[in-house]
């Protein structure tokens, strides 16, 4: 992949797959970045492509010696459970892989000092929690330090860590894998986009995003009417939005108008 958006590997993948799987993705496809003709006229032979999600035939770790984590960071939002029940019954059924942690309370839980204990990941407890919202790993924001999480990984012999998050988290994910490079470990680290925001580049659609806007319709149907049953009535509704900017007197503003009504 020439670009940018080249996604480096460990190293040469050898082990078959354990995938009971007809299909499978070639290393060498991809998704094109830009399938209008002025780009490709002008890609001289090398367009920009992003690399095509799904099965390998071949892959790098072996399973039955696989040690898996889970993180999820940042706001809560729809789907999360769904996302560590997926995660955690595939590796287990279709890899055969049978040690999966999950790190509680974000990236706290791997910094020791903060006494976040992981709890194993079986299918066993993972069967319902697609029925539940919020996530059982629990949350939490803020940077942590990259080389105490590093050293986390590799003293519990964890070698692929999955970080369910939105841009804050991913960016948290970006610098453990600069870190793990610059230390030379075997470490896989795969993001997972989720916010409600639906913002994150070259994301199409993050999973709980149609459920946030779905829930917003009847509050804000609520508002509208309330607002036309009185004379110059005004209807306010406060929405999350991380690219929403007011400045600091309409802020105080839009704070006191919530507060009022």
Request: positive net charge; glycine residues 10%; contains cysteine.
């Amino acid at each position: 992949m020439v670009s940018s958006y080249a996604i480096k590997q460990l190293g040469k993948c050898k082990i078959k797959s354990p995938l009971q799987s007809s299909f499978f993705v070639q290393e060498n496809n991809g998704i094109l970045l830009d399938a209008s003709v002025a780009s490709c006229r002008n890609c001289k032979g090398n367009p920009l492509f992003l690399e095509e999600a799904g099965p390998r035939q071949l892959i790098y770790f072996d399973p039955s010696l696989s040690k898996a984590a889970i993180v999820t960071c940042g706001g809560l939002c729809p789907g999360l459970n769904d996302v560590i029940r997926a995660i955690t019954m595939v590796l287990w059924y279709r890899y055969g892989v049978r040690s999966i942690i999950g790190l509680r309370y974000g990236y706290e839980g791997l910094v020791p000092s903060f006494g976040h204990q992981p709890i194993d990941l079986t299918p066993e407890l993972v069967e319902d929690i697609h029925q539940k919202g919020g996530t059982i790993l629990g949350s939490s924001r803020g940077p942590q330090d990259i080389a105490v999480m590093v050293d986390f990984l590799l003293s519990s012999r964890i070698n692929i860590l999955f970080t369910i998050g939105g841009d804050g988290t991913q960016r948290g994910a970006l610098e453990i894998v600069k870190e793990i490079e610059k230390r030379k470990l075997d470490i896989s680290v795969v993001g997972i986009p989720k916010t409600i925001d639906n913002d994150i580049f070259l994301t199409e659609r993050t999973f709980g995003f149609e459920t946030a806007v779905a829930m917003t319709r009847l509050p804000i149907s609520a508002a509208h009417m309330e607002a036309k049953g009185a004379p110059y009535g005004v209807g306010l509704v406060k929405l999350w939005g991380g690219n929403l900017v007011l400045l600091p007197p309409m802020q105080r503003l839009l704070q006191v108008m919530l507060i009022w009504c």
